[in-house]
């Protein structure tokens, strides 16, 4: 039974965001114009996407009908503006460290089609955007930025929407409901329809927020909150 009630939850997707820390040397690289130029990079490709650019061909087609309604802006968020590092395999020197963050929403222009959004679409999309940034800061102009492209892009999804719309996030509808909330929970990771009841426990531990009306889940590789539309305008 609890089974089948879990597959009656429905999040609706809202928006992303995608951050990619990075080492800058600021002598070389104009960060802002940088971020401009990675957009434009991505941009670019998304529009000129092939088949060999996907890695689950059976999502192939849903993939480019998400992919040629998204809307992306980068920009540069410095968290240390004097750490300087030197990469022993380059040797290159950087004087800053910090992240690019991607602002990043599928259908923000139809709001209606954002129901048909499955974690499992959304997980694909990331990497393809880390293959297109490994042959980016292999270029000349770019040897003053260095990408951390060995860890996963971290993602961070929200949701201001629920089908049933009037859930109480109390421990008893965390479990009853573990299934869903995984798939979303750990978007990075991959999602399988055979994951264990430990595991699901122990991704659900903890990660009650203080209001029964939120999810929040943060994780090392994703996050995810669920905020009801009213509180999510005016307090996210």
Same mark, same amino acid.
């Given at each position: 039974?609890?089974?089948?009630?879990?597959?009656? *939850?429905? #999040?609706?997707?809202?928006?992303?965001?995608?951050?990619?820390? %990075?080492?800058?040397?600021? %002598?070389? &690289?104009?960060?802002?114009? @940088?971020?401009?130029?990675?957009?434009?990079?991505?941009?670019?490709? #998304?529009?000129?996407?092939?088949? $060999?650019? &996907?890695?689950?061909?059976? *999502?192939?087609?849903?993939?480019? $009908?998400? =992919?040629?309604?998204?809307?992306?802006?980068?920009?540069?968020?410095?968290?240390?503006?004097?750490?300087?590092?030197?990469? $022993?395999?380059?040797?290159?020197? !950087?004087?800053?460290?910090? !992240?690019?963050? #991607? $602002?990043?929403?599928?259908?923000?222009?139809?709001?209606?089609?954002?129901?048909?959004? @499955?974690?499992?679409?959304?997980?694909?999309?990331?990497? =393809?955007?880390?293959?297109?940034?490994?042959?980016?800061?292999?270029?000349?102009?770019?040897?003053?930025?260095?990408?951390?492209?060995?860890?996963?892009?971290?993602?961070?999804?929200?949701?201001?929407?629920?089908?049933?719309?009037?859930?109480?996030?109390?421990?008893?509808?965390?479990?009853?409901?573990? @299934?869903?909330?995984?798939?979303?929970?750990?978007?990075?990771?991959?999602?399988?329809?055979?994951?264990?009841?430990?595991? #699901?426990?122990?991704?659900?531990?903890?990660?009650?927020?203080?209001? *029964?009306?939120?999810?929040?889940?943060?994780?090392?590789?994703?996050?995810?909150? !669920?905020? %009801?539309?009213?509180?999510?305008?005016?307090?996210?």
């Amino acid at each position: 039974m609890l089974e089948i009630m879990s597959e009656i *939850l429905q #999040f609706i997707y809202k928006e992303e965001f995608w951050f990619i820390s %990075a080492f800058v040397n600021t %002598a070389k &690289i104009n960060t802002e114009l @940088k971020s401009k130029e990675i957009e434009n990079l991505i941009k670019n490709k #998304f529009q000129n996407l092939k088949d $060999e650019d &996907i890695y689950k061909k059976e *999502l192939k087609e849903d993939l480019f $009908e998400l =992919i040629r309604n998204i809307s992306i802006k980068c920009s540069w968020v410095t968290c240390l503006s004097n750490f300087p590092y030197k990469d $022993e395999n380059s040797e290159r020197d !950087y004087n800053t460290l910090g !992240y690019f963050q #991607f $602002e990043v929403e599928y259908y923000k222009d139809n709001p209606s089609k954002k129901e048909s959004i @499955k974690p499992m679409l959304i997980q694909q999309v990331p990497f =393809i955007l880390l293959k297109t940034l490994k042959g980016f800061i292999n270029k000349v102009e770019n040897t003053g930025l260095y990408f951390d492209t060995e860890s996963p892009i971290y993602i961070f999804l929200t949701s201001n929407k629920i089908k049933p719309s009037d859930i109480i996030w109390n421990p008893e509808n965390i479990e009853k409901y573990k @299934k869903v909330i995984g798939y979303w929970t750990e978007i990075y990771s991959g999602q399988w329809d055979d994951y264990s009841d430990t595991l #699901f426990n122990k991704r659900i531990q903890n990660n009650l927020s203080n209001r *029964l009306s939120e999810l929040h889940f943060i994780r090392r590789n994703s996050g995810f909150v !669920y905020m %009801a539309e009213e509180n999510y305008e005016k307090f996210f």
